[in-house]
Each structure stands twice: as C-alpha cells, then as structure tokens.
C-alpha cells in the first residue's frame, strides 16, 4: 500500500505565495507521473499540473506562468510553487502519483487533500 501526505496550504492574501508539497512512501518500486488537481466548493475536480518522472512537465491554462511543479525523486515528493495568488485559486488541492510496486503492478493514489484559500 501506498499514503501520500500533503503540506502547505493555508489562508493567504491575493498576490501571495504558497508552496504545496506531497511525499509518497509504502510499497514504492518507482514513482511514473506525479501532479496536483484541485476542487472549489461546488466544482468538479480539476487537472492543475503533472510532472513526469522525466522531467515533463503540464500546466492547466489557468495556472500556466504562476505555478510551478517540481519533485524530488530521492525523497519521492512532488512539489507545487503558486504565486499570484487569486480568489479563484481557492480550492482542496489533492496529489496524485502513479506508483510502480515491487510486484510491478502501477496503481493511481490520491493524497487525502490541503486546502489552500486565498483571500481579496
């Protein structure tokens, strides 16, 4: 089995920053795609970045130029920098990981979510 535990969010003011982080460990072969998604209250979830285990890197439209993903594949932890932050940046952000067990079965995780708002 795998757990995902999140940091970093909190209440901050529009134009500010936060750093989300999110470190998997368990049953851990390798680690394949890593990002974030995020869900406002009363929205679906949405895709807001993904990092490969390549280096690759995606951004939803709306994040694109303020976000910034990144990870540590030593310490199997994915990391979101948001600055500019805006009202509409409030949401649950959520991690999520494709990980490789030792048996090399892949199974998708989710991280139990961090909330992050942010204040005009």
């Given at each position: 089995q795998v757990?995902?535990?999140?940091?970093?969010?909190?209440?901050v003011?529009?134009?500010g920053s936060l750093r989300?982080?999110?470190t998997?460990?368990?049953?851990i072969?390798?680690?394949?795609?890593?990002?974030?998604y995020r869900q406002a209250p009363g929205k679906q979830?949405?895709?807001?970045?993904?990092?490969?285990?390549?280096?690759?890197r995606n951004y939803a439209d709306s994040v694109k130029?303020?976000?910034?993903?990144?990870?540590d594949n030593a310490k199997n932890t994915v990391y979101l920098q948001m600055n500019s932050l805006k009202p509409e940046d409030t949401a649950v952000y959520y991690c999520n990981t494709d990980v490789e067990s030792y048996l090399r079965t892949y199974s998708?995780?989710?991280?139990?979510?961090t909330q992050v708002t942010v204040s005009s």
């Open positions: 757990q995902l535990v999140e940091s970093g969010g909190g209440l003011q529009a134009g989300l982080s999110c998997a460990s368990g049953s072969f390798s680690i394949n795609a890593m990002g974030w979830r949405e895709f807001v970045a993904q990092i490969t285990s390549g280096g690759s130029g303020r976000f910034t993903i990144s990870r998708n995780y989710w991280g139990q979510g």
